[in-house]
């Protein structure tokens, strides 16, 4: 049995959330956040998962996505991208963060001296068109309610643009509501 309660439904857009070991603000540093932006973009652009909607704040990551393994392609997401950015905060020298992220590692994770990511996503599978609005409407209105902008269209890591017709940093697959 998994530790999650928690199950993908292939094929199915799925609201997702990836999440920083004790919300440390990795991705307000500009090059980590092109990590995840060049990961996302290569996943889509390979047509190994197709991106409806995505937030991504200093610490987290809200997405929209589906795939017809879509378990398989968070986790290789997850892995590379952890892998990429540890390796770019060795070459940094960032010794706090490193430090933070071997500290909050999980002690099961044997095989590893760093952790990035919590563990699991926490997919939910939209189901209802209902859904899809409260998810894109919670997405797309994170950086507000965190008060980093006044509106949704100014925050530069999200698909707001896209809905809206505007040229976003992602091409992604707008979802009809």
């Not at 995840?36 to 929209?64: C, P, W």
């Not at 991208?81 to 590692?105: G, M, P, W």
């Not at 994770?109 to 998810?135: R, V």
Request: hydrophobic share 35%; proline share 3%; aromatic share 10%.
């Amino acid at each position: 049995m998994g530790r999650s309660r928690y199950k993908f439904i292939e094929n199915n857009p799925h609201f997702l959330t990836c999440t920083i070991v004790n919300w440390l603000p990795i991705f307000s540093q500009p090059e980590f956040a092109q990590i995840i932006i060049k990961s996302l973009d290569f996943l889509s652009g390979s047509q190994r998962l197709t991106l409806h909607a995505y937030v991504m704040m200093e610490n987290h990551l809200h997405l929209i996505a589906s795939s017809k393994n879509i378990s398989k392609e968070i986790a290789a997401f997850k892995s590379f991208t952890a892998r990429s950015i540890i390796d770019k905060l060795k070459q940094n020298q960032a010794e706090y963060l490193l430090k933070q992220l071997r500290f909050h590692k999980k002690l099961h994770k044997t095989s590893q001296e760093h952790q990035l990511w919590q563990e699991g996503s926490h997919p939910q599978t939209i189901s209802t068109q209902e859904m899809l609005i409260q998810k894109l409407e919670y997405i797309h209105n994170n950086p507000i309610r965190r008060g980093y902008v006044d509106e949704p269209a100014h925050w530069r890591y999200s698909s707001y643009r896209n809905y809206m017709d505007m040229k976003g940093i992602l091409n992604i697959d707008v979802l009809e509501i």
